[in-house]
């Protein structure tokens, strides 16, 4: 059985909500860059920072907070 995500330690509610944070910017920054009044390579590399740490950050969270791992009997 799963564990809610209500139920994880501190660190690995904040790290994905940080990650989850990062996408939505990243993807807000990425639909309105032609509205932005900026180089668009600045908000080209900002986007993917944000988007490539996102991705980091929620994979790391995956593979450390061990979700659905068997109980011991």
């Not at 940080?18 to 920054?29: K, P, Y």
């Amino acid at each position: 059985m799963c564990i809610p995500n209500r139920e994880l330690d501190p660190k690995a509610r904040r790290n994905r909500t940080i990650g989850s944070m990062a996408l939505v910017i990243g993807l807000l920054l990425w639909n309105f860059r032609s509205i932005i009044p900026a180089n668009k390579d600045l908000i080209d590399g900002v986007c993917g920072f944000l988007l490539g740490f996102s991705i980091t950050i929620n994979l790391f969270g995956l593979r450390r907070a061990r979700r659905c791992r068997e109980e011991a009997v």
